[in-house]
Structures are given as C-alpha cells and as structure tokens.
C-alpha cells in the first residue's frame, strides 16, 4: 500500500503529458446511458436488467456496446481514499456488475467528475484521479464519462489531461469520454487526451426548446443541432464531437420528432448513446433505435460529420459523405407544415471541400434508398419527388453505381 501510495503522489505532482489509449472509439461510441431516464436512481439490478435488455432487443446485435452507470452510484471515499460504491444499491460491488456485463458480451462504463464533487454532490475526482484510475482498471470498467461540476479554479485543458494520463497510466484500455460542455471549445485541443468531447450543454428531451435554469440552459434536439455547425474538421476515428445523448424514447417527443432526433445524430458521426427505459420501450422506439441502415451511416468507417448543404423556409438539406463513393443525404422538417421535395440531383453538383468528396450526378449515378421505409427510389438521374411531414426527416442512402 505505500508503494502504491508514493506512486499516486509522484503521478499527482509531476507535469503530465497527456496521450490516451490508442486503437479506441475509432466509429463513434455505441451504448445506453442510465442519466436521461433513471438519473440518480441508478442500482445494481437496474444495470443488469439493462444489460439483459441490450441483448434480448437485438440492440447489442445493432452495435450497441457500452453500458453507463451515470452520476449517484458512488456514495463516499474510504479511510485511505479510494471511492466507494452504494452497497445498499450496489451490494456487489462494481467490480462484480462489470463481469456481469461482460458476460453479456457488452462493456462497463462509469461516470465521475473533474471536481471536488459530482453534479448530484456525490465524491468527485478531483485530488484522487490516479486513485480512481486505477480501482476502474481494477473493476475491468471499459469507458469514463468525466464531468465538471464543483470545479472553480480548475482549468479544462490540465484537469482532463491529467485525468488522461492516470487511466493511461492505470493499464486498462478506457474510453475517455470529456463532459466539460463545450466552454473552452475540447473539439480544438481534446483529440490527444479523450475519445469524444461534449459539444454543448445538456440536451433535453424537447425538439426545440430552451429550458433556462440558474445559470446554464438544457437544448432541444434542434438548438443542439445549430450549434454543431463549424466542428466537423475535429471528428474523425477516434475522436468525436458529442452534442450528448439520445432522448429517443423518453416521451417528450413525437415518434416523427424521434426519427428526426435519431438521424440528425447519424448524420453527424455522433456517439450514439440511448438514455429510455430498455425494459419497457414501445416498437416505434425500438425500431427507430435498431434501424442499421441508419445505424451505417453513424458508423461509417470513414468517419466524416455530415454538413447542411441548403435551407429554406424551414427544410433542411444534410449530407455526408461515405465510405466506397456512396452518400447519406437527409431532408430535415424543421417547420410545421408538410414540405415537398423536388431535388434535381444532376443540377446540384455538391463540393465538400473538406473530404475532398463530389457529389456530380451528371457524371455518375447513384441509387437511392429510403432508410426508413426501407423502399428503392430509383436513382439520381431523375429528380427526387417526395413529402415531409412536420418536424420529421427523408433520410437517404445513395449508392454508387458502379461502371
């Protein structure tokens, strides 16, 4: 013990130089979240219910991997200050809850803060970050939601790397997922110290609405949206722009409003981290969340954030680029009237000067697939007809025809 205890005082004091794991989150994270539904009434038997649901849902079989234990499961620190689990809700232990998980062929992930306490005042890192690094690679946790409450007089860019550095050090591969929303801008200088960076503040379960508090705001789906504009050079394999996680499914929604919610994320390389209640989530919500086609577009190896393209009177136009010459286009409805498309694909030549991408239906044809009706619309060398309803998007799939 005192060794250890010298190695976490000389790990603690020394300038560090941040580096994180390597190989990690090269699509964007996949998994569920216990925050948006359950917040701090988190447990052991919620957590494996919810591993249980992955499975027996077919959502782990989607590419749904990681299962969050957000804020509230930690309940203090112990004499020589390692935290400690709940263990009237979590009798077992963390480190038996992981293999539980792993069991189910998923992974474990688990939540703190860069601050002296957590969001809901639980223990926060602050002071014991290779500490906590290390009893998380001993409990076999597989991803870190790190955020930043109770923080005055820290700074963002040496606290997350310092905490960085402690789970390179602990040995155990961690996806490290920076929850510092946004304020001093992760996406310019986050790719070497986590995986995925919040863009924003909280989302709330609204399409689009602000929801002011004391100090700080929670987004709809679509105020988060715009403020995704502009980051797209700093996501790519490995290293996410996050603008949080899905509300799919927790009733604030129309179902057309979930759908749009849902394909906005995949058309911009989001982590794709669901937040409802898997023990009792409807169809509706159960095939928005398993749709692969949609799903492939999120998880595109090339990793490229989509871009809005036109809009006008309250339909947007979104595009990205894919992998083997194809494109994921998405016609948004952000008004409340029925929009109608009619899109002459050969008279839109689209640069994106950032993939070096073309989209010239003039000199190669593409077919095309409704995502969500699963339906073949013929191909790019007609112009697109379609109708879409209220607050809900047409979510293309183009393959490229090959000579």
Not at 152 to 179: T, W
Not at 185 to 204: F, M, Q, Y
Not at 315 to 323: A, D, F, G, Q, T
Request: glycine content about 8%; aromatic content about 10%; proline content about 3%.
């Amino acid at each position: 013990m005192k060794k250890l205890l010298l190695v976490i005082f000389v790990l603690a004091t020394v300038s560090v130089s941040a580096q994180k794991f390597q190989d990690l989150a090269l699509t964007p994270p996949m998994g569920w979240n216990s925050w948006n539904k359950f917040q701090c009434n988190v447990s052991e038997i919620l957590i494996k219910e919810a591993a249980d649901e992955m499975v027996s849902t077919g959502m782990r079989d989607a590419g749904y991997q990681y299962i969050v234990i957000d804020d509230c499961w930690q309940i203090k620190r112990d004499s020589m200050g390692f935290i400690v689990a709940d263990p009237e809700r979590f009798p077992s232990g963390i480190k038996a809850l992981a293999d539980y998980v792993h069991s189910k062929g998923l992974k474990l992930g688990i939540y703190s803060c860069a601050g002296t306490k957590t969001c809901a005042g639980r223990p926060g890192g602050r002071g014991h970050e290779f500490q906590d690094a290390y009893i998380y690679a001993k409990w076999g946790v597989d991803y870190l939601k790190y955020d930043w409450c109770s923080s005055d007089g820290q700074n963002q860019k040496e606290s997350y790397r310092l905490m960085s550095q402690m789970l390179k050090e602990a040995g155990h591969p961690i996806v490290f997922s920076l929850c510092e929303w946004g304020g001093s801008k992760p996406w310019e200088w986050a790719s070497e110290v986590g995986h995925l960076w919040r863009t924003t503040g909280d989302i709330a379960n609204c399409f689009d609405c602000e929801q002011k508090h004391s100090g700080y705001s929670n987004w709809g789906v679509t105020k988060i949206l715009d403020m995704q504009i502009d980051m797209r050079q700093y996501a790519g394999p490995g290293h996410w722009n996050d603008p949080d996680m899905l509300q799919v499914g927790n009733g604030g929604m129309t179902i057309n409003e979930d759908r749009a919610h849902f394909s906005m994320w995949c058309m911009l390389a989001a982590p794709l981290m669901a937040g409802n209640d898997l023990k009792n989530m409807s169809s509706q919500t159960h095939d928005i969340l398993t749709n692969i086609d949609a799903i492939d577009i999120d998880q595109d190896t090339k990793g490229i954030q989509g871009f809005k393209y036109k809009s006008e009177e309250g339909l947007e136009i979104w595009l990205k680029p894919l992998s083997a010459g194809d494109w994921a286009v998405c016609f948004l409805n952000r008004s409340v009237d029925i929009k109608t498309i009619d899109f002459d694909w050969i008279n839109n030549k689209i640069n994106d000067e950032f993939s070096k991408r073309i989209l010239n239906a003039s000199v190669e044809t593409f077919k095309i697939k409704d995502v969500w009706t699963k339906k073949e619309l013929g191909d790019t060398q007609k112009p697109l007809k379609a109708g879409v309803l209220s607050h809900d998007v047409l979510l293309l799939r183009l393959s490229l025809v090959k000579n």
